[in-house]
């Protein structure tokens, strides 16, 4: 018995002591266990998951069905709804981007120092603040043909009254405009914090050297924005392909179908009132996914690049 | 600075400035500024088509009134605060954990694990969408706010971590080192010398988590449904075909729903904009 | 013979179940119901409310949903944590549903004496020989116009298409549009394609259709259309309907800027609510077009169904035989209620000008047959792949062929 307690006394020693020991390298992994849990449950397996699914026939309830390829068969030959929210997707890629330039502009035009323009720039910066659906509804009700304010000011002009959402050739730039909007107050914050750390002495060097103007900008100006400039343009790019809400709040997709993306489609398909097609789904997610990666790859790859400038 | 300071050039240029100002404010906020009209206008105004010209009468409680008393509109803002404030608690719990552990230590696989959160963050919704759904309904969680709640927190703790561990990177070391040489237990550096340091992160990181989880549609729309467990950006919705074409309420409701992000931005507003440009821009 | 007599036996059996599970309905009964517009949503708040009262034990728990919404929603909420009843809608719109096993078999209740009185509707309820829920209204649609318009202009209610027509063109001399419609939820277009198809070629061919069995580049189909562009081309319909909902198209005819709405008759309640008196509005059939056929109506029954999945299937037997009985009937689907008729036999037709109308166009009228409604008798993807085609078609009708071709493959690989 005695000698029982004692080894066993002896084990806890050892064992604190082992713990002790190896405390610095065991820490960090008692920290990021519940982390890796959530996350790895959460989002890293789902994505494997999703791209299991994609190979099946699925409707969420009954088994699973392999099919092979031809959920991606069907998607790339022969599915017009698909080349419509591919295409859309591309609009919508190229002309957020807008929001990066306009970002800039607004931040250089608040980069003053007057009364009141602390609370000017947090105004602008107030439709970063609401949720896409109230935006999607409030420019929905801006973009009506009748009752529509954007009518109402087209009228002073003399211009005719457009139905923006109702065409299908305008509606998707109608909602990437209003995407637009709380995207470009993001990317003028991001600007005007970055114009904060411009070096003044440079400025003021390249003032004596007889720069201004566009030229100040582009030569003096844009390189020390860089940072701000490259965050900018990642979160504008998941931004433009993560487009759901106002698709979904402003249109539903219509008129036609025109201004389905492939995440509303994607959406549209698995969760439809006729039958859940998750395999389909999966499969336009999984699309969707790989044209994302490529952008996630150029992030890590930069960050990467920093990381070892740093150490 | 630049563009060059206001205050040095003309007399003219000054005054032109200061009056573009609130042109270029109106201008940009046009169609809130709409919304806000819309919403203190009475029901007669849109059926006789009055509806730029200035309200007939001032509706503003009626309107208000009707959001907050004939409408499921406060038990959706109610589900919203107990989805968000749960959501940002765990999130921020969990990340500066990880925050901690990626911005100390170093041990192999460091960078793969923190580059997996970063890269988890920025995947397309749609590729979780099936799997998650199936998860939260083999829980028994699908239509509960525990079930998003559990999403939400397990997906920003990607987006948190990256912050927190870049925030802790610029502490300076040798307080943790100092603390390690006195023979201070790792888990009481984290707790006693880590965590007061980082309490502007963590303020940051809870309003900017907050505006997000707030504003969340896709996965109120995936994971809940009706007004026992969707959040206010769904229950919208709801609450239109309540008062379809009844663009005086619809507004009045539209306005409610964006208001708490707007005041936590506005309260908060030093942090929030540390927050958004700190996070990322190492 | 041999049915009868089990029905009745199971009937008496039933009834007994019912006596004494009467007093002992309780734990918690959970409706989902889409009846979110106004006079709809306090119908079924009201009978939720008496059901409750009526069943001390139990508590009934409502969740009233978006119907649009609904549409998109009822398959996740069947299969993930059901609830124990929910609405739909009767005929092939309810046929995924059964087919994933997601609504239960109530044929036992159908079996019960009291649903003799419902037998009209059975077909529609009925599946491989079984009933998978209970209706609890049906509704004509029609034309609904501006009387006072009318008889400014010296118009009369047309019985042809000539005169239809004519009508037209006389109110669009006058200023005014024809029809208002919104087409952004789609449903509203089928309407339009269910007259003009069934007038055009008859009730079977229609139905024909609708199964799969002729396809969309026929020259029958394509005659359709032919027809109804001649009123699109006539520009009779409001311009912009792409981007309304049918209550957002609702002050069109409201205010007069249109003429006449094809609708279901709970449209009636809301242009009431507009300030629209019975002596400026009014209601006819939708005209003959081909003199050969026989009148089809859309008359589409709405429902309840229990989910499989349901917790306390007794409390929503009980429900749904609350909600069929004939007081019920007769009360929600008053006049001042949701303005439409009762499914039961034994209930009484509300004394309104509308719901009378629509009882006798129903009873001696419609000879040619009964359609649900576009959306409920095509196959749901066919519908809805449909319905997209149709509102293009309103908007631009030069893309026809294209939008005919669409179709026409839709069907070849739904109905496989």
Known sequence: ?311 | MFPKPIENRSRGAQIGYQALLPLALIFWLLPLIAVALFSIKPDADFTNGNYWGLPSSFEMFTNYGKVFFESDMPRYMINSFLITVPTVLGAIALSSMTGFALGVYKFNGNLLIFFMFIAGNFVPFQILMVPVRDLTVNLNLYDTKTGLILFHIAFQTGFCTLFMRNFIRQLPYELIEAARVEGVAEWRIFWFVVLPLMKPALAALAVLIFTFIWNDYFWAVVLTQGPDAQPVTAGITSFNSQFRAAYHLMSAGSIVAALPPVLMFFLMQKHFIAGLTLGAVK | MNRTLKASVLGVAALGLMSTSALALEGTLRIISDMSNPAPRAVMEGLAAEFDEMHPDLTVELEIVDREAWKTQIRNALSANPPDVVNWYAANRMLPYVNAGLFMDVSDLWDEPEFAALASTEGAMTIDGKQWGVPYTYYQWGVYYREDIFNELGLSEPATWEEELANCQAILDSGRKCYTIGTKFLWTAGGWFDYINSRTNGYDFHIALARGEVEWTDPRVRQTFENWRQLIDMGAFIDDHQTYSWQEALPFILEGEATAYLMGNFAVAAMRDGGLDDSMLDFYQFPVINPNVDFAEDAPTDTFHIASGAQNVEAAKEFLRFVTSPDVQTRINGGDALGQLPVNANSSVADDEFIQQGFEMLSNNAGGGIMQFFDRDFPAEMASVGMEGLQEFMVFPDNLDDILERLEDARQRIYE
Request: proline share 4%.
């Open chain 1, 1 to 311: 018995m005695a000698t029982v307690t004692a080894s066993s006394g002896d084990a806890t020693g050892a064992r604190r002591g082992w713990y002790k020991r190896n405390e610095i390298a065991l820490t960090p992994w008692l920290f990021l266990i519940p982390g890796i849990l959530f996350f790895a449950v959460y989002v890293i397996i789902p994505i494997f998951q999703s791209v299991w699914i994609s190979f099946h026939e699925w409707d969420g309830l009954g088994t699973m069905e392999w099919v092979g390829t031809a959920n991606y068969e069907r998607l790339l030959t022969d599915d017009r709804k698909f080349d419509v929210s591919f295409w859309n997707n591309v609009r919508w890629l190229f002309l957020y981007l807008l929001a990066i330039p306009a970002g800039l502009f607004i931040a250089l035009f608040l980069n003053q120092t007057v009364f009141g323009i602390r609370l000017y720039k947090s105004l602008f910066f107030f439709p970063f603040v609401i949720s896409q659906v109230v935006v999607g509804l409030v420019f929905s009700w801006f973009y009506l043909p009748r009752e529509g304010l954007l009518n109402a000011l087209l009228a002073v002009f003399g211009m005719g009254p457009v139905n923006i959402l109702g065409d299908p050739n305008l509606a998707t730039y109608g909602i990437i405009a209003a995407g637009l909007w709380p995207q470009t107050a993001y990317c003028m914050i991001l600007y005007l914090t970055g114009l904060n750390a411009v070096d003044p002495e440079q400025v003021e060097a390249a003032r004596l050297d007889g720069a201004k103007g566009w030229k100040m900008l582009w030569y003096v100006i844009l390189p020390q924005l860089k940072p701000a400039t490259f965050i900018a343009f990642v979160v504008t790019i998941i931004g433009a392909l993560r487009s759901f809400d106002l698709i979904s709040v402003m249109t539903n997709g219509g008129p036609f179908g025109s201004t389905r993306v492939l995440s509303f489609y994607m959406f549209e398909e698995s969760l439809s009132e006729f039958g859940f097609r998750m395999g389909y789904g999966a499969a336009i997610a999984v699309v969707l996914f790989f044209l994302m990666l490529f952008f996630i790859a150029y992030f890590l790859y930069s960050m990467w690049r920093d990381e070892k400038g740093a150490r």
